[in-house]
């Protein structure tokens, strides 16, 4: 007889190497769960209720008027701890701490990043746990936010932005600290204004240092953040016209005669505008002048070049206000059509499917365009494409590995809320590192990326274990959530394939004949076997197309 793992992944991957009989498997899922599953981390029970009662219209109204200051998920997070961990040591130079081993709130979730910057200061002998604490606690928030959280249309938003804006929180301590308020301030526009968004990114001090620009002064300017503001941030690489010309004047010209692209001399104009765009976090700004310690940005006039600049074709003028430059800049590429069309294409990707309709982006990109100062810009622009025809069309993306997991959570009705961060650690085997991702890219969002052997045996691997004890996610038994009336293991799989796909599947016969067992049998009654039966039960219905896809 197989093991569970080796039945599900021969199972699983059985289904994957046929993908037209995965979708079309995918394609006879409940249509308002797929609707569901696109716009939150996972339909529940309740999510199918209201939306029942709602309409999707109002749901997703709704969930538009969430705010990002929810009451009820910070109730939920200000009852986690995060264990923090480590020997005692010294610094070398004279400087020890002591052995630690305690369970901690999030504090640095809210804190005002001033109160973080000792973690900052080597002055002070502490492990280094210490000061990469305040990203951790990010990523153990994430998990539960996604899972508990009311807002989840925001969350899901809040992920995607993570990714556009990507910064890898793991890069050093500077970037750590400052975590925090990098992920709160994503939050909060996630449904908001573009523009406001950009200009808080490009202010953002974990950001700054992640991308270099925290440096930049004039004379040379540092090109990491310009190229990425350009590439990943607003126009795309679509608009990189490096091949075709080979200086600025020779770029074609909009109707409002700005370039129609960029060049590398765009890269370097741009990279002037935001020189003097750093951190307050006390760094030498220049003989007897630091700046201050306020642990957020802090603009270094001193650093800036002032001089002439060009960026797509318009010029600026020399000695403008403090930050003009930069913010001519984002406002430029805020409201570029490139920009337009490079954000709603990721957008509909993300949301919707890996090739979506040129027509529906289009119509997205006028309406981002029309609506760019608007405060709920990135709301109506979502609205647009939710409430769309097109937006009713089968599944065609896989659920990336932490969406699987937060899904599967959400399915379950568990209450999430480790003490670890170890889920990270399980995710990082499929490819999937939360907050931590290397490249400024973010993860790719293609069924393509998701597919290979790798990431399904560890989608099966989730879905077997992330309920059990030592996965260290939750402490609720899959024992205690069998309704008192269920008597056999046909019960069970019903059970489970409506709580994972809206509906009732079959009897699950093939997972009972590979465990030599009959629908109509008896659930055992000691607590430990049904644990297990309901773990089998639950990756077998959340390891379906169904579920699988979105």
């Known amino acids: 007889m197989l093991n569970r793992r080796e039945f599900l992944a021969s199972a699983v991957m059985a289904a994957m190497l046929r993908p037209g009989a995965a979708m079309a498997q995918a394609a006879a899922a409940n249509p308002d769960d797929v609707f569901l599953n696109r716009l939150t981390f996972g339909a529940t029970a309740a999510d199918r209720a209201a939306l029942a009662q709602m309409g999707r219209a109002a749901w997703l109204d709704d969930q538009l008027a969430r705010p990002a200051g929810d009451p009820q998920i910070a109730a939920v997070l200000d009852t986690l701890r995060l264990r923090i961990e480590y020997e005692a040591g010294d610094d070398g130079e004279g400087g020890a701490w002591p052995a630690v081993n305690e369970l901690r709130p999030l504090a640095a979730l809210s804190a005002d990043p001033a109160t973080l910057l000792p973690l900052l200061d080597w002055e002070t002998p502490m492990d280094y746990s210490e000061r990469a604490r305040p990203a951790e606690e990010v990523i153990l928030a994430a998990l539960t936010r996604a899972v508990h959280a009311p807002a989840q249309l925001r969350e899901v938003m809040t992920q995607f932005w993570h990714d556009h804006f990507n910064v890898d929180s793991s890069r050093d301590e500077f970037v750590a600290v400052f975590f925090p308020s990098h992920d709160a301030m994503l939050r909060d526009h996630a449904l908001g ?17 992640y991308l270099n620009n925290a440096e930049s002064a004039a004379s040379p300017a540092n090109e990491n953040y310009a190229r990425e503001l350009l590439e990943l941030h607003t126009l795309g690489a679509p608009h990189y016209f490096n091949e075709f010309y080979d200086r600025w004047n020779e770029v074609p010209l909009d109707d409002e005669g700005v370039a129609q692209g960029y060049i590398d001399e765009d890269v370097y104009e741009v990279a002037r505008a935001f020189t003097g765009w750093t951190v307050g976090d006390g760094r030498w700004i220049s003989e007897g002048v630091l700046s201050d310690m306020s642990g957020r940005f802090y603009y270094a006039e ?7 600049k060009r960026v797509l074709g318009i010029a600026f003028q020399p000695n403008r206000a403090p930050m003009a430059d930069g913010d001519q800049v984002l406002d430029i590429l805020a409201h570029h059509p490139g920009t337009a069309r490079f954000v709603c294409t990721k957008i509909a990707r993300r949301l919707l499917a890996d090739e979506p309709d040129p027509d529906l982006i289009e119509r997205m990109a006028v ?50 809320g480790g003490i670890s961060n170890d889920y990270h650690w399980q995710l990082a085997q499929s490819g999937w590192l939360q907050h931590t991702f290397p490249p400024p890219t973010g993860h790719p969002d293609t069924l393509e990326d998701w597919l290979s052997g790798t990431v399904i045996l560890r989608l099966v691997d989730l879905a077997l274990y992330a309920h059990d004890d030592w996965f260290g996610c939750t402490t609720t038994r899959l024992s205690s959530l069998i309704p008192p009336d269920m008597r056999t293991l046909a019960d069970l799989g019903r059970d489970w394939s409506v709580r994972c796909s809206g509906q009732p599947q079959d009897a699950m016969p093939d997972l009972w004949t590979a465990m030599e067992a009959l629908p109509d049998d008896p659930l055992p009654k000691d607590e430990g076997s049904r644990h297990d039966l309901a773990a089998m039960s639950l990756a077998y219905a959340a390891l379906t197309p169904q579920f699988l896809f979105r």
């Open 302 to 308: 001193a650093w800036h070049d002032p001089y002439q």
């Open 193 to 209: 204004n573009f523009r406001q968004m950009l200009g808080d990114v490009a202010r953002s001090p974990s950001m700054l240092i």
């Open 367 to 416: 309406l981002f365009r029309d609506q760019w100062q608007a405060p709920d810009q990135i709301a109506q622009v979502v609205r647009l494409l939710v409430l769309d025809p097109g937006f009713d069309v089968p599944p065609g993306k896989l659920r990336r590995p932490f969406e699987f997991l937060a899904a599967l959570y959400r399915a379950s009705g568990v209450q999430v």
